[in-house]
């Protein structure tokens, strides 16, 4: 399960009637600036219509938990937790519980104390690229969703997230590259070649114009 961690922007607090909504995911045109665990970038988004699928499918509660922790679960769909993906992201609503840990969180988010959110998914589906400086780019066009946390970390800025290592998937974009350089090195050279030769050529003959 891959997890990452972005701003939660809250879009109401309500003490009395204690819900909170807000955005566990926000659509962007900006790729995020990611580290594989060896420390090597990559760059990702996720494409809206990412969650369509899994909230649609009700055989599965998600959950809203604090901090990743299991043992503090504070909103479940089918119960006190509504997700919903719209054109700006993946939206929460959430009837925060009477109970020490939902208390908490009400708490701390009036504080201002809780100003991160992250969210458990597997990657179902995605779009893969090179650039010309092998730097490796990948749109996500659909996940399985686990569970959105209200975590104390703080936010990282929209377009650059530092992963902690166990929160990363396996991919290593080192191995990645050396493959994809290996497979295609031949046939690129080539292309690269015949475009040299064209330009060549073009040039020769311009030159008598």
Not at 20 to 39: C, M, Q, V
Not at 133 to 146: A, G, H, K, P, Q
Request: with cysteine.
């Amino acid at each position: 399960m891959e997890k990452r961690t972005v701003n939660l922007q809250f879009r109401s607090t309500d003490l009395e009637t204690r819900k909170i909504e807000g955005y566990a995911a926000i659509f962007s045109d900006e790729y995020t600036k990611l580290k594989d665990r060896w420390g090597d970038c990559f760059y990702e988004k996720i494409s809206p219509g990412a969650f369509l699928k899994t909230l649609n499918d009700k055989t599965r509660d998600k959950f809203m938990l604090i901090n990743h922790d299991w043992n503090k679960v504070v909103g479940r769909t089918n119960s006190n937790l509504e997700l919903e993906e719209d054109n700006k992201g993946l939206r929460f609503s959430l009837e925060v519980p009477n109970t020490t840990d939902g208390n908490d969180l009400l708490e701390n988010v009036r504080l201002g104390l809780v100003k991160g959110c992250s969210f458990g998914f597997n990657i179902v589906n995605q779009k893969t690229r090179w650039d010309d400086d092998w730097n490796f780019y990948r749109d996500i066009t659909e996940v399985d969703l686990f569970e959105i946390t209200a975590t104390p970390i703080p936010a990282y800025s929209d377009t650059e997230i530092s992963c902690r290592s166990e929160e990363l998937s396996n991919i290593s974009i080192k191995e990645m590259r050396e493959k994809e350089k290996n497979l295609e090195g031949p046939e690129k050279q080539n292309k690269i070649n015949e475009n040299r030769s064209a330009e060549i050529i073009s040039a020769f003959f311009n030159a008598f114009k």
